[in-house]
C-alpha cells in the first residue's frame, strides 16, 4: 500500500513537470499550428539561467526568477525571429523548422557553455524528506506537486478571466476571426510563446531540482515525453495535453516501478509501444480539441 | 477530340534513366578527379542517396516527413552484419550473440536481401499504427517508433553490443556496390512516385476527402509505401554497416536522421530529383564546413572553432531553402525527358447498361447539435436522367449530398443503392458501389497535373495504366481540356478547375454523379458550355446526374426531374415546369412578399435578384 501510494506521488510529480512542457506545447500549437522541437531547448535556456544564477550565490528564488525569465525572452525571440517568417506555412514545414532551430541551439549551448553536464547547487533543504504519515515524500517531489497545480490553476484563471487569455482561447479556435475582431495577431502569439516559456521554465526549475545538473540535451528527453502526451492527449488540445502529460509519467513511473529487472532498459520502449497502442485505438487521441472547420 | 493525347508509355522509366545517369557520370568524375579521398565521399554519397531515397518514397508521397527510417537502418544494418560475419569473427565481436542469429558468412547480396526482408516485416508491423496517421501526428509517430526501435537495439546488449562498437564486419560496401545499388534505388523510387499506388497516394496527400471520394483508401496507401520504403531503408542501412565496418546503435539515431530528412528536404521532397540533388548539395556542405570547424585563419580573419558547425550550416541551409522556395531547390518537377506524346488509344466504352439502378433516400435526417439540417427527406433517383436539386441556402442540399456520399453520416433514415446499404458507409466504400461527386469548394490534386488528376480515379478502379491513361484523354476531351493534359493542375483557371473535377468524377466510371454546384462562379458563356457537355451523359452512358445548382435556368434546362429541398425539408418535386408553379417553391425563393406573383416562368431580371440573393446569403 505504502509503495503504490509512494509511487502515485512519483507519478504526479513526474508526470506533472510533463503536464507543464505539453501544455505549453499545445498553446502554441493551437494557435499557430507549430509542434515546436526548440521547446526542449526553451527548457535548457531556463537551466542554465538558474546556473548561473546560484553559481554567482544568488538566493534560491532569484535564481529561479532568473529562469523563468530567460525562459519567456527565449521563447518569445524564437517566435520573432524564426517562426514568424513562417507563418501560415504547413505544418510540416513548421515542424521542420523547429527542428532546425532547435539543432542550432544545441551546437551553440556545446560551444558556448560545455558538452558536460554543469552541477547545480541547491540549498541542503531540498534535498530532504518529509513523512506524511504512512507516505515518505521527498520535499522536492511535494514542490513539484504543488507547483504544478499552482500553474495550472493560474493559466487556467488567465485564460478564463482575462482578455487576453480569452484572445488566445478565441485563436486556438479559429484565428483570422482573432484578427477580424481587431485584436493584434503578433501580441496574441508572442503571448502563446511567453505562456509556453514560462510553462518551460517552471518545468525546468523542477528537472533541475530533481537533477541536480545541466547538460545542452536536458530538455530534449522530457520535451519527447511531452511530444507524445499531446499527441496523445489529442493535438491542439489543451485539457488533453494536461492529461496526456500524467498519462505518460504515470505509465513510465508504472514501469520503472513494477517491471523486471531484466526489462528495464526496455521501458522507454515499452511505453511508447503502449501509448501508440492507445492512438491505434483513438487516432485523435484521449480529449480531442473541438472540432472546428480549418480548410 | 481528335487532339487527345497520352504521354509516352516509357515517360517515367527514361526521366528515371536520364536522372541515373546524371547521378553516375557525377559519382564516377567525382572518384576520377579526386583521387581515394574523393572515392571514399562518392561511395557516401551514394549510400546517403539511397537512404534519402528510401526516406523520399514513403514522405514524398504521403507528405509525412518520417523521422523513423534511420531504425530500419539500423535494423538492416545488423541484421546484414549478423549473416555476412564468419561465425568466430562474430563470436569475438558479439560473444552472447545467439549462435543461430550470425556467422553464416552470406554473400552481401543476401544479406542485403535478407535486410529487406526484415525491414518490409517490420514496417508492416508498426504501419499497422503509423500508415492510419497523417500529417503532424503521422511525423511524431514516426519519431516514437525510432526511439522505441533505438531504446530495444541499445538495450539488447547480447544482440547488439550496446554502446559498445560492433566490429569486424566486412567491409563491402564499395564505390561500385554502391553506386550500382544507387541506380537502383532510383529506379524504384522513380517509378514508384509515379505508378498506382504512388500516384493514388499523391493524390491523397493534395485532397484527403477528394481521394476518398475517388474510392481511394489513403490509409492502406500509406501502409504500401511505408512497406516498400522500409525494405529500401533497412537495406541502405546494411550498405551504410558494410561501408563503416564497426558501428553502434547510436550512429543510427538523431544525428542521422537529421542529416538525412535536411537532404531531403533542402532538395525538395515530392520529387526523386529533389533527393539527388538536395543529397549532393547537403553533403558539399558537409564536407567544406567540418574543414573550418576546428577554427580557420585567413590571413588577417582569423575564426574561432565551433564544434557542430555542420550541424548548424545544414540547418540554417534548410531554413533558407524552407523560408524562400518551401517546394525545395529543385522544385516540384522531375527532370525532364522530352520523349513525344502519343496519340491517345481509343478508351474502352464507358461502363453502360447501370439504367436500371436506383438511389433511393428514405427518411433521411440529420442534426447537428440541435439543428435540424435535415427531416424526412425521401426520394427516388433514377440513373439514366439529370435529376435537379435546388432550394435556397441552408436548405440543406450540401448536407445531403455529404450524407450520401459518407462525408457526413445522417442521424436518422436509410440510403441504398441496389441491394447495398450505404447509410454508414465511408466515402471510399460509397464511391466504390458507383457513386461519384465534385465539391462545392473545387477539391483537385493541386500537385498532380491535369491529366494525372483524371488518371488517378481511373486508376483506383483497377484499371490498367494505359487504360487508365487513355481513360483519362477521353474525358479530358470530354470537358474540352484535352489540350491542357501535361499541365500543372494547380495552374488552370477558374472554370477549367470545375470542369476538370467533372472529368475526375466521370473517370470513376460513377452510376450516379453527384454534381455540386458546378456552374458556380462561371459566367453565361461557361455555364451554356457546361450544359451542352453535360445533356447527353445520361442517354449515352445510362448514368443518373444529381444536379445541385443555384442558376435557375441552368437546372430548368438541364433537368427531366427537379427536387425542391427548404429549412431541411423535401417540399417540391416534379418536372421542371410542376415545380416552378408551385407555390411552396416560389415562396422559398422570392419569400413572401413575392408569392402573390406566381407565374410559370420567372423573367430574367427576377431570376437574377433571386439568385443574386441567395448567393450572398
Known amino acids: 500500500m505504502d509503495l503504490i501510494l509512494q509511487q502515485m506521488v512519483n507519478a504526479v510529480s513526474l508526470g506533472g513537470i510533463y503536464a507543464l512542457l505539453a501544455l505549453g506545447l499545445a498553446v502554441v500549437f493551437s494557435i499557430v499550428r507549430l509542434i515546436n522541437f526548440a521547446h526542449g531547448e526553451v527548457m535548457t535556456v531556463a537551466g542554465y539561467g538558474i546556473w548561473i544564477a546560484l553559481a554567482s550565490a544568488w538566493p534560491v528564488a532569484a535564481a529561479v526568477a532568473l529562469g523563468l525569465a530567460v525562459a519567456i525572452l527565449a521563447a518569445v525571440s524564437m517566435e520573432r525571429v524564426a517562426f514568424r517568417a513562417m507563418r501560415g506555412a504547413d505544418v510540416t514545414t513548421l515542424l521542420i523548422t523547429s527542428f532546425a532551430v532547435s539543432e542550432i541551439i544545441k551546437v551553440l549551448f556545446q560551444n558556448g557553455i560545455s558538452a558536460r553536464p554543469v552541477p547545480v547547487v541547491l540549498p541542503a533543504w531540498m534535498s530532504g524528506t518529509l513523512d506524511l504519515g504512512p507516505v515518505r515524500i521527498g520535499v522536492i517531489a511535494l514542490i513539484s506537486i504543488l507547483t504544478v497545480a499552482l500553474s495550472l490553476v493560474l493559466l487556467s484563471v488567465f485564460l478564463r478571466r482575462t482578455v487576453m487569455g480569452l484572445a488566445m482561447r478565441a485563436a486556438a479556435e479559429d484565428f483570422p476571426v482573432v484578427r477580424l475582431m481587431g485584436l493584434r495577431a503578433n501580441h496574441v502569439i508572442a503571448l502563446a510563446f511567453a505562456v509556453s516559456g514560462i510553462l518551460a521554465g517552471v518545468a525546468a526549475v523542477l528537472w533541475v531540482a530533481q537533477r541536480g545538473s545541466v547538460d545542452p540535451l536536458m530538455g530534449a528527453a522530457p520535451v519527447l515525453k511531452a511530444f507524445i502526451a499531446t499527441v496523445l492527449g489529442g493535438l491542439g488540445s489543451l485539457t488533453g495535453a494536461v492529461i496526456g502529460g500524467f498519462v505518460v509519467g504515470a505509465v513510465e513511473v508504472c514501469l520503472q516501478g513494477f517491471l523486471p529487472q531484466s526489462l528495464l532498459p526496455y521501458r522507454e520502449a515499452i511505453s511508447l509501444a503502449l501509448i501508440i497502442a492507445v492512438l491505434v485505438w483513438r487516432p485523435d487521441g484521449l480529449w480531442p480539441a473541438e472540432q472546428t472547420s480549418r480548410s | ?617
Open chain 2, 1 to 617: 477530340m481528335t487532339d487527345a493525347t497520352v504521354p509516352h508509355p516509357w515517360q517515367a522509366a527514361a526521366e528515371a534513366l536520364l536522372l541515373v545517369a546524371v547521378v553516375l557520370a557525377g559519382v564516377l568524375a567525382v572518384a576520377v578527379v579526386f583521387g581515394l579521398p574523393g572515392q571514399r565521399a562518392a561511395t557516401l554519397f551514394c549510400v546517403n542517396l539511397c537512404a534519402v531515397l528510401a526516406i523520399q518514397v514513403f514522405s514524398g508521397t504521403s507528405g509525412v516527413v518520417s523521422f523513423g527510417h534511420t531504425a530500419f537502418m539500423l535494423v538492416g544494418a545488423y541484421v546484414s552484419a549478423w549473416v555476412t560475419m564468419p561465425a568466430t569473427m562474430l563470436g569475438r565481436s558479439l560473444p552472447e550473440l545467439p549462435g543461430w542469429m550470425g556467422g553464416y558468412e552470406l554473400p552481401g547480396s543476401l544479406g542485403l536481401l535478407l535486410a529487406a526482408v526484415v525491414g518490409a516485416a517490420l514496417a508492416l508491423g508498426s504501419g499497422l499504427a503509423i500508415a492510419r496517421l497523417s500529417g503532424a501526428s503521422g511525423a511524431i509517430a514516426t519519431l516514437g517508433f525510432l526511439i522505441i526501435v533505438y531504446t530495444v537495439m541499445a538495450a539488447a546488449q547480447h544482440l547488439t553490443g550496446g554502446n559498445r562498437a560492433f566490429w569486424g564486419i566486412p567491409r563491402t560496401t564499395d564505390l561500385w556496390i554502391a553506386a550500382a545499388a544507387a541506380a537502383g534505388f532510383l529506379l524504384v523510387a522513380r517509378l514508384f512516385r509515379d505508378g498506382r499506388t504512388g500516384l493514388m497516394l499523391r493524390a491523397a496527400r493534395d485532397n484527403e476527402p477528394a481521394a476518398r471520394a475517388l474510392g481511394i483508401d489513403p490509409g492502406r496507401m500509406r501502409l504500401r509505401a511505408w512497406v516498400l520504403s522500409g525494405a529500401l531503408a533497412a537495406m541502405a542501412g546494411a550498405l551504410y554497416g558494410h561501408m563503416l565496418g564497426a558501428f553502434t546503435p547510436r550512429d543510427f539515431y538523431f544525428d542521422l536522421v537529421f542529416g538525412l530528412v535536411a537532404m531531403m528536404i533542402v532538395g525538395g521532397m515530392g520529387t526523386v530529383t529533389g533527393a539527388v540533388g538536395g543529397t549532393a548539395l547537403v553533403m558539399a556542405l558537409q564536407e567544406g564546413l567540418q574543414r573550418l570547424e576546428g577554427g580557420v585563419t585567413l590571413g588577417p580573419v582569423s575564426l574561432p572553432a565551433l564544434f557542430g558547425l555542420p550541424t548548424v550550416g545544414v540547418s540554417l541551409a534548410m531554413l533558407a531553402v524552407l523560408l524562400f522556395r518551401p517546394a525545395g531547390l529543385f522544385g516540384r518537377r522531375e527532370l525532364p525527358f522530352p520523349l513525344p506524346r502519343r496519340r491517345a488509344p481509343p478508351p474502352p466504352a464507358p461502363v453502360s447498361g447501370a439504367g436500371g439502378a436506383r438511389l433511393v433516400i428514405d427518411r433521411l435526417g440529420k442534426q447537428f447539435a440541435g439543428l435540424v439540417a435535415l427531416q424526412d427527406v425521401s426520394a427516388t433517383i433514377p440513373a439514366g436522367r439529370i435529376t435537379g436539386l435546388i432550394g435556397p441556402n441552408g436548405a440543406g442540399k450540401s448536407t445531403l449530398v455529404n450524407a450520401v456520399t459518407g462525408l457526413g453520416a445522417a442521424t436518422s433514415g436509410r440510403i441504398t443503392m441496389g441491394s447495398s446499404d450505404l447509410t454508414h458507409a465511408t466515402p471510399e466504400r460509397v464511391a466504390r458501389a458507383g457513386i461519384a461527386r465534385s465539391f462545392q469548394n473545387i477539391r483537385l490534386f493541386g500537385g498532380l497535373s491535369v491529366e494525372e488528376n483524371v488518371a488517378v480515379p481511373a486508376l483506383a478502379r483497377g484499371l490498367p495504366a494505359a487504360v487508365a491513361r487513355a481513360t483519362a484523354a477521353r474525358e479530358l476531351a470530354h470537358v474540352g481540356l484535352a489540350s491542357d493534359a501535361a499541365r500543372p493542375a494547380a495552374a488552370l483557371a477558374y472554370g477549367a478547375r470545375r470542369r476538370l473535377e467533372i472529368a475526375r468524377a466521370l473517370a470513376a466510371a460513377p452510376v450516379f454523379l453527384l454534381l455540386d454546384e458546378p456552374a458556380a462562379g462561371m459566367n453565361p458563356e461557361e455555364t451554356a458550355d457546361l450544359a451542352t457537355r453535360l445533356r447527353d451523359l445520361p442517354a449515352d452512358r445510362g448514368i443518373g446526374i444529381v444536379l445541385i445548382d443555384h442558376d435557375l435556368g441552368f437546372v430548368m434546362g438541364l433537368c427531366n426531374h427537379v427536387i425542391v429541398l427548404n429549412r431541411g425539408q423535401l417540399i417540391a418535386e416534379g418536372t421542371p415546369a410542376e415545380v416552378q408553379g408551385h407555390p411552396g417553391v416560389i415562396e422559398a425563393y422570392l419569400g413572401t412578399r413575392a408569392s402573390g406573383v406566381a407565374r410559370a416562368t420567372m423573367t430574367e431580371a427576377e431570376h437574377s435578384i433571386a439568385t443574386g440573393e441567395m448567393q450572398h446569403g
